[in-house]
């Protein structure tokens, strides 16, 4: 048997791992089936023990394949085919009388318990972020900023900072400059000042569904109209059904997560984004893009933005390091297009500026090759989490949940079967000291009360294999009790 | 000659100097008169000759008394007759149509020029705030915080540090619990939270005239009207006023600010802060009440807020240490009584959280005593510039013009005579690297274009004089081209 080993890595050992993960993602090696011995693969590519040793473990750590003792690596799981996928969402418009606002209050509140598994929160856990590295830079930015970073920073934000965004931007297609860009306090803050400087209240503005809470609560705080638009769980909203929606409806502005999604996880393809970029341009209709999680990449290349496509600065594409490197900092920014200027005075009118000394250390950690260096393992850790989640939920949740299967990011979106009310399932869950995201959350509509996000932000763990366990066990009993 | 020294300050020096000045604001000691001998004086109170020269040394500093050579201690300046004063403003409700958002745009921007004597800036000037002991708190926190800081702080804010700003709240006669407060980033952003959770679009709102500028462009992006009321220049809105103004517009909210306010310095008695807390909570009207020059005051105590007679929770008190430590660290908050929810909610949808680190810095800041050591060296500063200030603009700017007299804060208001454009003025002083802010950013209606804001938030110096001699230059002779 001679094997081509042709992934895409700079490393030998993750080529061969490539090699064999697209033979288990196209069932050419079946659950069940036992992968070459190492001795022989060794012998037969001129490839060292350890080399290949090195490719079976990393197969092992994303939970593709287990070792038997005395026996060799086999395969123990194939993520392309199991659980059941999630469809297109279907919304219907019709306004529900859930009190979201105070659950979405609670699941925060329970955020700040010690001691529980937080399944609930989208952001990177502690261990797997280069704290003494951003420390540094901290401390470093304290020491040589004018008056130690006790000073107002600029409006439009720290400028080293912008020069390092708009030269990361050629990663997705991007061509900024400095001063196209805004900073803000968060990615959530740069949106918001998107939708006031585009809007007015009573407006209707068109979003992905499910979609991120923090934009349909703040949309409405402004008194903004909320049209969801059908979603597809791996390419997000289409074209056409945009151009429906556009037809019938008086539209104002869109907002899309465009590359892994929260919640569903979906990203979408280039042409996908041109063609949006296009149709809401001949529309008239500014996007806001929250591009948050597309450095997060599981693939070879990080996708392209909406951004990268748009000519006419219609695009306010938005971001920030609170998916990769400190949520605490509160640094985001946006790319606002033709309405820099009104998103700089609403910034002024808002908060004056945004914190002096977060800026300066992420515009110096920027700089260097560090955040490439953070990436690069972070990428690695999540990809190995979302599978190994992927492969725990498969073995402790019922059989005919369906599950989303992200190309990035930090979630899974879970759709459990009609009759279970995953807010009922989340307080049941806190009392083992467990939380989530219920599905309720995620739309102002009578939806998706059967589904939840999860987050694998974290280090994987038998604590966590151990919470989804429980977890699974809760979803049986309420399925079971039902049934 | 006998003097009975009743200053009411700890230091014998500091009681001489306040009791020779009460003397020289009452007119007891008129301008030119002799103060007595250091020698004499020493002999008869039986003091020694140093404690003498330093309380003669602080009235020198304060611009009150001049030393003249071979001769002794003269009165050289009477603050309390010179210039004239400012009238109440009796606010006209006529829209002008000047572009004052571009004029606030350019005199931001000015700001980040290099060299320029910043008059405009209503913040204390580095020389002037703790930074080694600031920064050390700022390292300490990075280093003692879980994560370093890069996780997301508590939606309610950072726990000591409410603690902190609850234990302060006895020196203003308030009464607040941590849990009564929300941090914010910044004064401003506290006030923008409050004016969204108690207005809806439409709503009209009334305000003191002339008013920060902030709060009205602020409020003019959510769509409220603004009513401006007449205003005294040393009481602040007259609960008659207020009154008329309750029956005849129909008011959802006030916005006042209470103590030292910018720009006219007033700072509003007691009992009359109790009448219009009274007032607006028998018409079930708001009061968003901004405390942020409460603590810089230039008498013996601190002045009360409105808050504290607040027994229905009908008063948002919003302050931040933006004008006493560390602008940049953008750190404020709120104690909003019955809205405290709205105002939770409001944060996460825009902001989630704000940042870490500064918060937990300043928590530990107030906890020891050097909040208030470096705020009584601050209002000393503070206070000899304001009287340098009035000195040197009494000096160098035409007869007739009329000043404010703060009795706390960072800033003087200028009236010019009726004819001169001080946003021409702005731009003639710029070339000369002098910059303040024109009176026409203080309203919304046709007024106070002869106005300017002076601050003196920076040390006294050879330099700041001579900007304000050749700012008054320049008026005079804008005086004398129109005459």
């Not at 064999?20 to 023990?49: M, W």
């Not at 997705?172 to 209240?201: E, R």
């Not at 009759?419 to 399932?425: F, G, M, V």
Request: charged share 25%.
């Amino acid at each position: 048997m001679k094997i081509v080993f042709k992934g895409k890595s700079d490393h030998l050992y993750l080529q061969i791992a490539e090699t064999f993960q697209k033979q288990i993602l196209d069932e050419v090696l079946k659950i069940g089936d036992k992968l070459p011995s190492v001795r022989l693969l060794s012998k037969e590519h001129a490839i060292s023990v350890s080399t290949i040793l090195q490719a079976y473990y990393h197969l092992e750590a994303k939970g593709l394949v287990e070792s038997r003792p005395q026996s060799g690596y086999y395969v123990s799981f194939n993520p392309s085919r199991f659980p059941r996928k999630i469809e297109k969402s279907d919304p219907i418009q019709v306004v529900k009388n859930k009190n979201v606002e105070a659950i979405i209050g609670e699941v925060y509140d329970d955020l700040a318990m010690d001691g529980v598994v937080k399944f609930s929160l989208s952001v990177p856990s502690p261990e797997i972020l280069p704290l003494a590295r951003l420390n540094k830079a901290m401390i470093q930015s304290l020491r040589d900023l004018p008056a130690n970073g006790t000073s107002y920073e600029k409006i439009q934000g720290n400028e080293e900072l912008r020069r390092q965004v708009a030269r990361w931007s050629m990663h997705w297609g991007g061509h900024l400059q400095a001063d196209d860009l805004v900073t803000t306090a968060g990615c959530m803050n740069a949106v918001s000042y998107c939708l006031q400087a585009i809007t007015k209240p009573g407006d209707t503005i068109a979003v992905e569904s499910p979609v991120y809470f923090g934009v349909l609560r703040f949309a409405q705080s402004i008194g903004l109209k909320i049209l969801e638009l059908p979603t597809d769980p791996d390419t997000g909203v289409d074209p056409d059904d945009l151009r429906n929606a556009l037809e019938q409806h008086d539209i104002k502005a869109c907002f899309f997560v465009t590359n892994f999604s929260n919640p569903t996880g979906y990203c979408m393809p280039d042409e996908q984004k041109e063609a949006i970029v296009k149709l809401l341009s001949k529309h008239g209709v500014p996007l806001i893009e929250d591009d948050l999680y597309g450095d997060v990449y599981f693939g070879n290349k990080r996708p392209r933005s909406c951004k990268s496509f748009d000519e006419e600065g219609n695009v306010l594409w938005c971001s920030s390091i609170s998916k990769t490197l400190a949520p605490g900092y509160r640094v985001g920014w946006v790319a606002p297009g033709k309405y820099i200027d009104k998103i700089k005075s609403l910034k002024l009118y808002h908060c004056i500026t945004s914190a002096t000394a977060q800026q300066a250390a992420l515009g110096s950690f920027l700089a260097t090759g560090r955040y490439e260096q953070h990436l690069r393992k972070l990428r690695q850790t999540l990809h190995t989490n979302s599978l190994q989640f992927t492969r725990a939920i498969g073995e402790y949740f019922p059989e005919e949940i369906k599950l989303s299967t992200p190309k990035g990011g930090f979630i899974l979106w879970l759709e459990l079967a009609e009759h279970i009310d995953t807010y009922q399932l989340y307080q049941e869950a806190m009392q083992q000291k467990i939380s989530f995201a219920p599905g309720t959350m995620f739309t102002l509509q009578d939806r998706y009360q059967n589904c939840m996000r999860l987050s694998y932000g974290m280090p994987w763990s038998a604590e966590v294999e151990q919470a989804l366990k429980k977890l699974g066990g809760l979803v049986k009993k309420m399925n079971g009790s039902m049934a």
